[in-house]
């Protein structure tokens, strides 16, 4: 299947205003001036009963920010969010519209991680990051009105990889327990043999090349990218993970090493629902307001969390905080 009309108009206006030089022969800095007007095309998101930013100390004692979106007083469950660009870019900012979004229609607290990147801030720093927000989260946020609401970690592209990584950590840890993953386009393995890597038509706005740049600015030790907190496609064991929603696109590098992972979770015996989003590229998610392949996704998304915090809302023993 070829690419949707909105995807394909936009692929042809991206083509006709691209710079001289590609985004692995930029430097991080370059990369973050050339790609900062996106977010400009998302519009502003609904309103929200509180918006606020609060500063996170990270594992090495160095700060980074989480706005936490409530679209209520009593909000059904906390999604703690990480955004995708590579490690490398994106922000608070391109990820506000979306946030809101997912908050407004699914009922959920959303807490946005704003990581610190690579490469000033290289593997594990935003491994760590993540876990941090995470734990912030569990403490600061899930537990309101009397009840403790459910943690569901989701992320896309590279924020997917985090959030895959600590819901394993959570696993690992016995704490804090997860009600959910959702994982949207997902960055699990290094393997740039795959058939969706090579395949031509998937060379969009994140092409092969993106990718090995994103790597060498993530994690430039090349013997360190097996480690399962950089690819979790390697961890020794996926069981007794929490349900997961994955979702890939038909038109993206990541597509095979997505539905890899999906297919190592059932194989484990997590519950896993998978969907392939036919004629859509990489980033097409958090394009909200511009493609409708994102609309129809975070209806998916939002659909779905609204579920998992009914399931969560059914367990007694998690629906009040004990005395």
Same mark, same amino acid.
């Given at each position: 299947?070829?690419f949707?009309?909105?995807?394909?108009?936009?692929l042809?206006?991206?083509a006709?205003?691209?710079?001289?030089r %590609?985004?692995?022969?930029?430097?991080?800095?370059e990369?973050?001036?050339?790609?900062?007007?996106?977010d400009?095309?998302?519009?502003?998101?609904?309103?929200?009963?509180?918006?606020?930013?609060?500063?996170?100390?990270?594992?090495?004692?160095q700060?980074?920010?989480?706005?936490?979106?409530?679209?209520?007083?009593?909000?059904?469950?906390?999604?703690?969010?990480?955004h995708?660009?590579?490690?490398?870019?994106?922000?608070?900012?391109?990820?506000?519209?979306?946030?809101r979004?997912?908050?407004?229609?699914?009922?959920?607290?959303?807490v946005?991680?704003e990581?610190?990147?690579?490469?000033?801030?290289?593997?594990?720093?935003p491994v760590?990051?993540?876990?941090?927000?995470?734990?912030w989260?569990?403490?600061?946020?899930?537990?309101?009105?009397?009840?403790?609401? %459910?943690?569901?970690v989701?992320?896309?592209?590279?924020?997917?990889?985090?959030?895959?990584v600590?819901?394993?950590?959570?696993?690992?840890?016995?704490s804090?327990?997860?009600?959910?993953?959702?994982?949207v386009?997902?960055?699990?393995?290094?393997?740039f043999?795959?058939?969706?890597?090579?395949?031509?038509?998937?060379?969009?706005?994140?092409?092969?090349?993106?990718?090995?740049?994103?790597?060498?600015?993530?994690?430039?030790?090349?013997?360190?990218r097996?480690?399962?907190?950089?690819?979790?496609?390697?961890?020794?064991?996926?069981?007794?993970?929490?349900?997961?929603?994955?979702?890939?696109?038909?038109?993206?590098?990541?597509?095979?090493e997505?539905?890899?992972?999906?297919?190592?979770?059932?194989?484990?015996?997590?519950?896993?629902?998978?969907?392939?989003w036919?004629?859509?590229?990489?980033?097409f998610?958090s394009?909200?307001?511009?493609?409708?392949?994102?609309?129809?996704?975070?209806?998916?998304?939002?659909?779905?969390?609204?579920?998992?915090?009914?399931?969560?809302?059914?367990? %007694?023993?998690?629906?009040?905080?004990?005395?």
């Amino acid at each position: 299947m070829s690419f949707d009309e909105a995807t394909s108009n936009f692929l042809t206006a991206a083509a006709e205003n691209a710079g001289d030089r %590609p985004l692995w022969e930029m430097s991080a800095p370059e990369a973050r001036e050339a790609t900062s007007g996106l977010d400009e095309l998302y519009g502003p998101g609904p309103e929200m009963h509180d918006a606020r930013d609060h500063q996170v100390v990270g594992e090495d004692g160095q700060e980074f920010t989480v706005r936490v979106l409530l679209p209520s007083p009593s909000p059904t469950a906390v999604v703690v969010y990480y955004h995708g660009g590579g490690w490398v870019l994106e922000n608070l900012a391109g990820y506000d519209t979306l946030g809101r979004q997912l908050a407004e229609r699914s009922g959920a607290a959303v807490v946005l991680v704003e990581y610190r990147k690579a490469p000033e801030h290289p593997f594990p720093i935003p491994v760590d990051d993540a876990w941090a927000g995470l734990k912030w989260a569990e403490e600061n946020i899930a537990e309101r009105n009397g009840k403790v609401l %459910p943690l569901i970690v989701a992320g896309d592209s590279a924020g997917a990889n985090l959030a895959a990584v600590v819901a394993q950590r959570a696993r690992d840890e016995g704490s804090p327990t997860l009600q959910a993953q959702i994982l949207v386009c997902p960055v699990t393995d290094v393997d740039f043999t795959r058939d969706s890597y090579l395949a031509p038509e998937n060379q969009t706005l994140v092409s092969l090349e993106a990718m090995k740049w994103f790597w060498d600015q993530y994690v430039p030790d090349a013997s360190q990218r097996s480690n399962p907190a950089a690819t979790p496609l390697n961890a020794p064991s996926l069981a007794d993970l929490p349900p997961a929603l994955v979702i890939t696109a038909e038109h993206d590098v990541l597509r095979d090493e997505g539905e890899a992972y999906a297919r190592a979770l059932q194989e484990a015996g997590v519950q896993v629902e998978h969907h392939r989003w036919e004629g859509q590229m990489h980033t097409f998610f958090s394009m909200v307001n511009v493609l409708p392949g994102s609309a129809a996704a975070i209806d998916l998304v939002t659909e779905r969390i609204r579920s998992f915090a009914n399931d969560a809302a059914a367990q %007694p023993d998690r629906a009040t905080i004990a005395n």
